[in-house]
């Protein structure tokens, strides 16, 4: 009796391996194991990652092993919340960054102290910054101004206009969206003022000067507009850096996005929706430097395509 | 950033010197007199704030002595970070100043290397790291193993930009003129001149591992929870948010560390 059971159980093992495809060699090539013959083996197509990728180009990246949803719905899913959060966010800290780069420039007493207190800030990893705005700013105890985690009732969520549903949203975001404008605001201003420091001492700031225009617009109109430019490279990192921060953020304030389904589903091994999450990374990735080339296009008119 | 700000000789010093402290508590730890083990468990006295019994810094939600873990985190820093460090470097080293010396002559080493690296730098590294380390929940060993794959892309970047520059200078030039073969300019020559780069972000990139680490741990992906880490004791503040001695230990010591490594990178 107990034989059979055990039986039964390896045989139901072994159906359930098949129907996901896991009793397939991973790769290609298999390299010689204990209970293989002793040379490299050959499998052909009958493998693992070729049926991923077959699949893949014809837009189907797998159902998730722990509920069975397919990976594309999970994932769409998880962008509604995540593609505000971080589209916010990139917004803002480009808008912080340029404001306070140009702040810095016409005001040169203040640029220590800010550069000091950005360098500070840039040494605090993502969670942490998260946790320490967490205890301040969603406390009961100390100011409880903002919701700790979540996106609200159901209730406050569905039965409301357009209007109060995007504000009950930008009120759950706040908190993340400040955590991950602060973290990528110190490499952007540095950078930036790095560019603007080096345009000032150009010949042609000195004319604009010379004319009688007063700092703030020799500041705004001319110079930024050349060190906008190697500041743009900047574009290509920030974007990718979001994503990882968005995981960092949707876990410890639970907003159902990207990164805490990639998060989630790393720690329960659920490899289909580890492996979309990480392809539409790289896919993010890819859309930030084709929109960093062609900002370069539309910013710098020497800069042409050559086909 | 310009080093002028940062260049003057008291922050250099303090850092060194809390770099050196880290380092000699991490050393010392498994001698001192410290009232508890990091592995001893009290469940009757769980989430304790400061000052409870002998517990000078408090204990976490198993009971732990939140000092014994802070030192015993030390040292799982250290051994995770400063080999993966130096071997990224290493590593980051050879293969830049390949990729740089030979570009495609021989072989198409600099096309290999690049798109390696070009491959490597297009997934965010948190997230490569938590994929990677979804396979196999990761021991000390093996995590070193990951990072090691994901830093060695920065100095070689570094290294084979200098070496670019380099490789064209007369010197180079002359030698090659006398017969010398490539491998010794490159290893005798070459290399000595263009590996400074990667000296420079050295700091930072131990700095940057400890806090990927941090942050695995915090997720709950990183290293097994029997290992002393620094992340863990964030994480349990992040589940029970009044225990604010467990936010503001670890966040202190990481934060100061990371700062002195930046500093002495500039």
Known sequence: ?307 | MSSRIFFSGWRNQLAISWLLLLLLSAVVAPWLPLPFAPDHLDLAATVQPPGTGSHWLGTDSYGRDVLALLLFGTRTVLRLSLPTAVLATLIGILLGGLAGFYRNTPLPVDSLITGTIAVIASIPRLILVLALAAVQPPSVTTLLLLLLCTYWIGPARLVRAEMLRIREMPFIEAVRAAGIPGYQILLRHALPNAWRPALAVFPLSIASVIALETTLSFLGVGLPPEVPSWGRLLATFASDPTAWWLLLYPATILFVTSLALRQLSE
Request: glycine share 4%.
């Open chain 1, 1 to 307: 009796m107990k034989a059979s059971s055990a039986a039964q159980q390896r045989i139901a093992e072994q159906r359930f391996r098949h129907r996901l495809g896991l009793d397939l060699p991973l790769f290609y090539l298999s390299p010689p194991a204990t209970d293989t013959p002793p040379q490299w083996q050959w499998h052909g197509t009958h493998n693992q990652y070729h049926q991923w990728v077959r699949q893949l180009l014809r837009g189907n990246l797998g159902r998730s092993y722990r509920d069975g949803q397919p990976v594309i719905a999970l994932l769409a899913t998880a962008l509604t919340y995540t593609l505000p959060l971080t589209t916010l966010a990139a917004i803002c800290s480009i808008l912080l960054a340029l404001w306070l780069a140009t702040r810095l420039s016409v005001y040169q007493q203040l640029r220590p102290h800010a550069l000091r207190l950005l360098y500070a800030l840039d040494a605090l990893p993502l969670f942490v910054l998260a946790l320490l705005l967490l205890l301040l700013f969603a406390n009961p105890d100390m100011l409880a101004w903002f919701p700790a985690y979540g996106l609200g009732e159901a209730s406050e969520v569905t039965d409301t206009s357009f209007f109060t549903r995007v504000g009950t949203l930008l009120y759950y975001l706040t908190l993340p969206l400040i955590c991950l404008t602060l973290v990528n605001l110190p490499h952007l201003v540095v950078q930036l003022d790095a560019a603007l420091q080096h345009e000032r001492q150009a010949a042609y700031a000195a004319t604009a000067r010379a004319k009688g225009a007063p700092e703030k617009q020799v500041v705004r109109r001319h110079i930024l507009r050349n060190a906008l430019l190697p500041s743009l490279a900047q574009l290509t990192d920030l974007l990718p850096a979001l994503v990882a921060g968005a995981v960092i953020v949707e876990v410890i304030f639970a907003l159902p996005g990207v990164g805490r389904l990639l998060a989630e589903a790393a720690a329960s091994h659920d490899y289909p929706v580890v492996l979309g999450g990480v392809l539409l990374t790289a896919l993010v990735r890819l859309l930030a430097q084709f929109l960093t080339d062609g900002l370069y296009l539309v910013a710098d008119p020497r800069i042409r395509l050559r086909v």
